[in-house]
T-cell receptor, first 112, second 114 residues
Framework: DTAVSQTPKYLVTQMGNDKSIKCEQN?????MYWYKQDSKKFLKIMFS???????INETVPNRFSPKSPDKAHLNLHINSLELGDSAVYFC???????????FGPGTRLTVL | DQQVKQNSPSLSVQEGRISILNCDYT??????FLWYKKYPAEGPTFLIS?????DKNEDGRFTVFLNKSAKHLSLHIVPSQPGDSAVYFC?????????????FGQGTTLQVKP
């Protein structure tokens, strides 16, 4: 009965590859987010979707593309992976653009 | 431009004592503030929040204080327990923007010693 789940938990891949991270929430929330936590531990928002509509798109490279097939899912696809993409990626959800966000357990991406 | 700053990377307190975690912000448009707690290998979990119309909010052992003139907020944990040992993030948002965008500080690692 996990509220916000992400798969995979760990992802190790080579530079240049394309990979996806999946996120699902069963809280009935309308808004979902992707955050990146870099090596300095900063948590920075990347994207936000509300009912499948993109509402936040921070200055993220075009290689990152979120996909929301329905309001319970927000997947993150990354093309042509680079070393600097290595980080922990967190998915989160909230009521309609509510401030209290519920986070998934994170996906640790390592690019070799 | 780091709009939310937690200047103490770590804090160590004795069990039963008070833990005070601090956070400063620069954007005067922020009107909603939150504290999150994070254990290793887990996602952050919401702890407590405060709106800019208040200067204090209390929930059990946790109290958040907001000083708007100083652009400063703090989280008090009384009494501290070993299970409180975690990384604490403060976050801020412009609620009126209605985007849900949170700006996080870099976190403070709290260690509560038995």
């Amino acid at each position: 009965d996990t509220a916000v789940s992400q798969t995979p938990k760990y992802l190790v891949t080579q530079m240049g590859n394309d990979k996806s991270i999946k996120c699902e929430q069963n809280l009935g929330h309308d808004t979902m987010y992707w955050y990146k936590q870099d090596s300095k531990k900063f948590l920075k928002i990347m994207f936000s979707y509300n009912n499948k509509e993109l509402i936040i798109n921070e200055t993220v490279p075009n290689r990152f593309s979120p996909k929301s097939p329905d309001k319970a899912h927000l997947n993150l696809h990354i093309n042509s992976l680079e070393l600097g993409d290595s980080a922990v990626y967190f998915c989160a959800s909230s009521r309609i653009r509510g401030n209290e966000q519920f986070f998934g357990p994170g996906t640790r991406l390592t690019v070799l | 431009d780091q709009q939310v700053k937690q200047n103490s990377p770590s804090l160590s307190v004795q069990e039963g004592r008070i833990s005070i975690l601090n956070c400063d912000y620069t954007n005067s448009m922020f009107d909603y503030f939150l504290w999150y707690k994070k254990y290793p290998a887990e996602g952050p979990t919401f702890l407590i929040s405060i709106s800019s119309i208040k200067d204090k909010n209390e929930d059990g052992r946790f109290t958040v204080f907001l000083n708007k003139s100083a652009k400063h907020l703090s989280l008090h944990i009384v009494p501290s327990q070993p299970g409180d040992s975690a990384v604490y993030f403060c976050a801020a948002s412009v609620g009126s923007s209605n985007t849900g965008k949170l700006i996080f500080g870099q976190g403070t690692t709290l260690q509560v010693k038995p």
